[in-house]
Nanobody
């Protein structure tokens, strides 16, 4: 069973960049579709983006398109979320999640394996 650990969160200012890492163990991340989600205080968990298991398909929410990028480093068994031009509304706990099926999914209910989350706080 795959385990996921997020890291790289922290405090940033508006316009800064952060790179989050999702390190996998107990399984190979390239065998999974991997999604990124975030949850702001008192808000529902929100889809950020995902990379499909096959086909090289990437998908992002409208709120982050053009600013965030997902990339795989299969040699390190890690999936990254590069966040540029950060805004205060990007603040939240960021999670990575995985599913075995290759089909892209935006809903968190389709992801079976989750990391513990990493906090991102963006100040004005």
């Amino acid at each position: 069973q795959i385990q996921l650990v997020e890291s790289g969160g922290g405090l940033a200012q508006t316009g800064d960049s952060l790179r989050l890492s999702c390190a996998a163990s107990g399984g190979t991340s390239s065998d999974y579709t991997v999604g990124w989600f975030r949850q702001a205080p008192e808000n529902v968990r929100e889809f950020v983006g995902a990379t499909a298991r096959t086909g090289g398909i990437l998908e992002y929410s409208d709120s982050v398109t053009g600013r965030f990028t997902i990339a795989r480093d299969n040699a390190k068994n890690t999936v990254y979320l590069q966040m540029n031009s950060l805004k205060p509304e990007d603040t939240g706990v960021y999670y990575c999640a995985a599913r075995r099926l290759p089909i892209m999914a935006r809903s968190d209910q389709y992801y079976d394996y989750w990391g513990q989350g990493t906090q991102v706080t963006v100040s004005s």
